[in-house]
């Protein structure tokens, strides 16, 4: 475990959020910095409120993401065990199969990329690491959606 963390620090031993997190913050900082800025010139208010909000504006849209970055949904609890659970046929409703895919990845993969895959017609492994049982309720997700699967 410790060589995850340090993998995930640069040279400066600062974590890759935490620098997304400082870098967001002097976003911030700098616009109302800027605003500090232009009211103390003397600046009316008619020029400062609309610089204000194209400041504000564009710091949220891209500092925000910096900050609070999107969550993605946890895949449901399954009890572990060594079965893969693999999808080899889409079948018929290949869209109720991909839906089904993503729900049980909790959305950890592109959906550019499960779509590239399904359009393919290629086999995409969905779950590892599960249990007789897990992988039986997994199987007939799938399958209730149409898919052909095997579990290894």
């Known amino acids: 475990m410790g060589r995850q963390v340090?993998?995930?620090?640069?040279?400066?031993?600062?974590?890759?959020?935490?620098?997304?997190?400082?870098?967001?913050?002097?976003?911030?900082?700098?616009?109302?910095?800027?605003?500090?800025?232009?009211?103390?010139?003397?600046?009316?208010?008619?020029?400062?409120?609309?610089?204000?909000?194209?400041?504000?504006?564009?710091?949220?849209?891209?500092?925000?993401?910096?900050?609070l970055p999107e969550?993605?949904?946890?895949?449901?609890?399954?009890?572990?065990?060594?079965?893969?659970?693999?999808?080899?046929?889409?079948?018929p409703r290949r869209i109720d199969v991909l839906k089904a895919v993503r729900a049980e990845d909790g959305g950890a993969r592109e959906l550019s990329v499960l779509s590239d895959v399904m359009h393919r017609g290629d086999a995409l492994i969905v779950r590892t690491g599960l249990s007789e049982a897990a992988a039986h309720d997994v199987v007939a997700l799938l399958e209730r959606q149409g898919a052909t699967v095997t579990v290894r």
């Open 71 to 91: 969550r993605t949904p946890d895949p449901p609890a399954r009890d572990a065990g060594d079965l893969m659970v693999t999808v080899t046929d889409w079948g």
């Open 6 to 67: 340090e993998a995930h620090r640069d040279a400066g031993g600062v974590s890759k959020r935490g620098r997304e997190i400082a870098t967001g913050i002097a976003a911030y900082a700098l616009a109302i910095a800027g605003l500090v800025a232009l009211v103390q010139l003397g600046s009316p208010w008619w020029v400062v409120l609309p610089i204000a909000f194209l400041a504000w504006t564009a710091t949220d849209i891209f500092a925000r993401p910096l900050i």
